[in-house]
């Protein structure tokens, strides 16, 4: 279970810093974050978004989630 939890997270902070340089105000970058969090929870057959980018990259490393906490806290 945890590492679904995690997989939620990466899945998430990904979203987010690959989208956060689109636009400067802070709000809608906390919106954002919102979006993409809820996003990797929607359910497509069955599987939640985060599970199928997780089928495709396997488990992360505690050290990548790290590094996506770290570039998240600096967007």
Sequence with gaps: MIALGLAHLAFAWTLFVVFAPLTSSLWWRCGMLAAASL??????????????????????????????GWLTLQR
């Excluded at 497509?44 to 396997?58: E, K, Q």
Aim: charged share 15%; hydrophobic share 55%.
């Design 39 to 68: 996003l990797s929870v929607v359910s497509v057959d069955g599987l939640s978004m985060a599970s199928y980018a997780r089928s495709l990259t396997d488990d992360l490393a505690i050290s990548s989630l790290v590094v996506l």
